[in-house]
């Protein structure tokens, strides 16, 4: 028989070793990762295609900021986590009132926490 899944978390990370590195931060928690994406293209369709609880998503990815696929997210009330190596809180406004930050390097503690608040509230983030 096969163990339940937990809650599906779209990873989006162009930097490989980290990108690991967190998937197996998440999977050590229970959640089942999807991804990780390493392009904003790749991501986007993911975003538009599967099933999340949540979002881990690098700001940048290969140069290109995520904001496509935050807004496809938010649109479909997927709450979001965003990692970031530089100050996320110039991003937009309205991106800023709906996410989470956890600036990197990523403590582990700290991502769980942020993931099982946006999944325990999410109507709270829509």
């Known amino acids: 028989m096969t ?5 599906r978390i779209l990873l989006a990370e162009d930097e490989a070793l980290i990108a690991l590195d967190l ?6 928690a229970g959640y ?6 390493d392009r904003v293209s790749s991501a ?7 099933q999340f609880e949540a979002a881990a998503l690098d700001v940048d990815l290969a140069g290109e900021k995520i904001w ?4 496809a997210l938010l649109m479909r009330g997927i709450p979001i986590v965003f990692l970031s190596g530089f100050s996320a809180r110039l991003d937009p406004q309205p991106v800023q009132a709906k996410v989470l930050y956890i600036d990197k390097p990523i403590d ?3 991502l ?5 608040s946006v999944i325990q509230a999410p109507a709270q983030r829509k």
């Open 3 to 7: 163990p339940p899944r937990g809650p």
């Open 23 to 28: 998937q197996d931060i998440l999977e050590g």
């Open 32 to 37: 089942t990762v999807v991804g990780p994406a």
């Open 44 to 50: 986007l369709v993911l975003a538009s295609s599967e």
């Open 68 to 71: 496509p696929v935050a807004e």
């Open 108 to 110: 582990p503690s700290m």
């Open 112 to 116: 769980l926490e942020a993931l099982e």
